[in-house]
């Protein structure tokens, strides 16, 4: 009988270089703006690129500010699932995150 796998490695087609990042105040905005569009590879791009930016604490700050990220742990995706506790989880090792 098979088994199905579900592999931990995003999808091959998602590419976190290719993310559109704003400068400055605008970042965080704007990838919070991308979370919540209806495309799943723009949600997978964007919750990549917050992965790099909440290890600055000044990041981590500005995205507990926005605090939507709560509601992308029940997406339907394992991806977007995936990525979100990891963001959550780096922004719990910054003492502003805690």
Do not use: W
């Not at 199905?4 to 703006?33: V, W």
């Not at 919540?36 to 604490?57: N, Y």
Request: neutral net charge; proline residues 8%; charged residues 20%.
């Amino acid at each position: 009988m098979a088994q199905p796998r579900i592999s931990a490695y995003p999808p091959p087609d998602i590419d976190p270089t290719k993310a559109a990042l704003a400068f400055g105040r605008r970042a965080l905005p704007k990838l919070n703006e991308e979370l919540q569009s209806p495309e799943l590879l723009t949600q997978q791009r964007a919750l990549m690129a917050l992965c790099d930016l909440v290890h600055d604490p000044e990041k981590v700050y500005q995205a507990i500010a926005l605090g939507d990220l709560k509601t992308l742990l029940v997406h339907q995706d394992q991806t977007v699932r995936q990525k979100t506790t990891e963001v959550l989880s780096v922004m719990a090792l910054h003492s502003i995150g805690r």
